[in-house]
């Protein structure tokens, strides 16, 4: 089967990246008549150009809140505003044009993303199909799979390719369209080491060459050590961030203190804290045991 399409020789303008604002964000599935609450009150900001790795156990949530910011649904409740654009507030229409044109989701699964009988050329020209109709500016796809190390297998057969050169041409079919925030959910599962890193050095080249911000989910504790900024959630919310070799808690608007897994181990859940503040600016959590008012 031979899929032509006209595609623009010259490569558009690199897309500067698009920020990302959720504030109190909630949303609730609807499950055999009950309801599951996926995410609870959640405060992320994300700015334009950020490489940010979304972290956390199965069912943390994390997968879910990769979905709204993919606009594939509007929250339940809350506030989630991507670049100018405000998620709840869209309509039909206008969630398909952001899809189209400013924000690509990568699924897990490299080759749910793709045409089977496709090469990667014409899977990138099909993916930028719908950002043409709204008159967006797209590059060559020979170039767009040149930015994931693909170009030399441009017209291959996909059954071709080794599972990690699946996994960079799915890359290269978000990216097709000139997204500026591109998501991806678990992109190097079930790919050995070397596979692993070429998919990371493509999404980290990407945010670097074109601005584009990235929002990656994983597992994997040596991905997310190649990212600047690490988010983890727990229960629906926001749990901790990573900054460099460092894990901080994150205080959210409500006032909520959400601490890392290695001090959870030591102050569990359901325990008193008293909170001091030092003369120096310090903030000194202090567990009291819970029948006599002591400090342990």
Do not use: W
Request: proline share 7%; glycine share 10%.
């Amino acid at each position: 089967m031979t899929i032509d399409f006209e595609v623009d020789p010259v490569a558009a303008p690199a897309p500067r990246g698009l920020g990302v604002s959720a504030h109190r964000l909630v949303h609730i599935y609807r499950v055999e008549g009950n309801d599951v609450v996926a995410l609870t009150s959640v405060d992320l900001e994300v700015v334009p150009g950020e490489t940010v790795a979304l972290l956390g156990p199965s069912g943390s949530g994390k997968s879910t809140l990769l979905s709204l910011l993919a606009g594939l649904y509007p929250p339940s409740a809350g506030r989630l505003r991507i670049g100018p654009h405000d998620v709840g507030a869209l309509d039909d229409g206008e969630l398909d044009r952001l899809r189209a044109t400013s924000v690509a989701l990568v699924l897990q699964g490299a080759r749910r993303n793709l045409l089977p009988y496709a090469t990667p050329a014409q899977n990138v020209a099909f993916a930028q199909a719908a950002a043409r109709r709204y008159g967006q500016d797209v590059s060559d796809p020979k170039a767009v799979l040149d930015l994931v190390g693909m170009a030399d297998r441009a017209d291959a057969a996909l059954r071709d390719l080794a599972p990690g050169q699946v996994q960079r041409v799915a890359v290269a079919v978000a990216i097709g369209p000139g997204p500026g925030l591109l998501l991806a959910d678990e992109p190097t599962s079930q790919l050995d080491h070397q596979h692993r890193d070429e998919v990371m050095d493509a999404l980290l080249d990407i945010n670097r060459e074109l601005g584009t911000t990235v929002v990656v989910v994983t597992h994997d504790a040596e991905v997310a050590a190649r990212i600047p900024r690490r988010v983890t959630i727990r229960d629906g919310r926001i749990g901790s961030e990573g900054v460099g070799t460092e894990e901080l808690a994150v205080v959210g608007r409500d006032g909520s203190l959400q601490l890392p897994p290695h001090v959870i181990e030591v102050v569990p859940p359901g325990s008193l804290l008293r909170v001091h503040h030092e003369a120096d600016g310090r903030i000194v959590l202090e567990p009291v045991d819970s029948a006599e008012g002591e400090p342990r």
